[in-house]
């Protein structure tokens, strides 16, 4: 079955330090795949998304990630957290092969950001 | 400019009642989608319609039923509303004919609370 799991329920870090959140996905072939934030109280925005091509990937915000097929991984990063980072942050797969729209998200971490 | 909107934004109601949640997009987007994040923020995606046609329907109870009227608006009927409908809602809209490559776009949820 298809699944994406994010270790880590809750980060804390310092503001000023670097952060990287976990994820692993369970799939069939290499997915599509996201990172979304999460603010208090808001929607879901896009960070970043890999589709093919280069694995380190740019996204807002200061935010990057990497695919690493051979551990089917897609972990975020980012060098310096600001206060303003904290949120619950949730990453995303959707098949390759056609078909429609169907985010399967992980549980979510939930940064906090120390100052 | 609200680019996903969903009213309303909070809905406490007793059990066995009927509401309804409303979204609108003024994205110019042909695909709209229901999301339900449970109390442990898990997400997972309900329904979907491309261009007023149902082309996502996940396994949810009978009890919920999407109408869009146009394809700027997708509603959310729910019936008979019990304890373990409370959750967050969401709305999101993507560009295109709903694929997976299309990047969804979420609106800033609905709180039902079913007592």
């Known amino acids: 079955a298809q699944s994406v799991t994010q270790p880590d329920i809750h980060i804390t870090v310092s503001e000023g330090a670097s952060l990287e959140l976990r994820c692993n996905y369970s799939?069939?072939?290499?997915?599509?795949l996201f990172w979304y934030v999460q603010s208090p109280g808001q929607g879901l925005q896009l960070l970043l998304k890999?589709?093919?091509?280069?694995?380190l990937v740019q996204g807002i915000k200061g935010f990057e990630a990497e695919f690493k097929r051979s551990q089917s991984s897609f972990n975020l990063r980012k060098p310096s957290v600001h206060w303003s980072d904290a949120a619950e942050y949730f990453c995303?797969?959707?098949?390759?092969?056609?078909?429609?729209?169907?985010?399967?998200f992980g549980a979510g971490t939930r940064l906090a950001v120390h100052p | 400019d609200t680019a996903v909107s969903q009213t309303p934004k909070y809905l406490v109601t007793q059990m066995g009642n009927d509401k309804s949640i409303k979204c609108e997009q003024n994205?110019?987007?042909?695909?709209m989608y229901w999301y339900k994040q449970d109390s442990k923020k898990f997400l997972k995606i309900m329904f979907s319609?491309?261009?007023?046609?149902?082309?996502i329907n996940e396994t949810v109870p009978n009890r919920f039923s999407p109408k869009s009227p146009d394809k700027a608006h997708l509603n959310l009927h729910i019936n008979s509303l019990e304890l373990g409908d409370s959750a967050v809602y969401f709305c999101?809209?993507?560009?295109?004919?709903?694929?997976?490559?299309?990047?969804?776009?979420f609106g800033p949820g609905t709180r039902l609370t079913v007592l």
């Open positions: 994205l110019g987007h042909d695909t």
């Open positions: 999101a809209s993507s560009q295109g004919g709903g694929t997976t490559m299309d990047t969804q776009y």
């Open positions: 319609y491309n261009n007023k046609e149902l082309i």
């Open positions: 799939y069939g072939a290499t997915p599509y």
């Open positions: 890999y589709f093919s091509g280069d694995t």
């Open positions: 995303a797969v959707a098949p390759v092969s056609g078909g429609y729209n169907k985010l399967i």
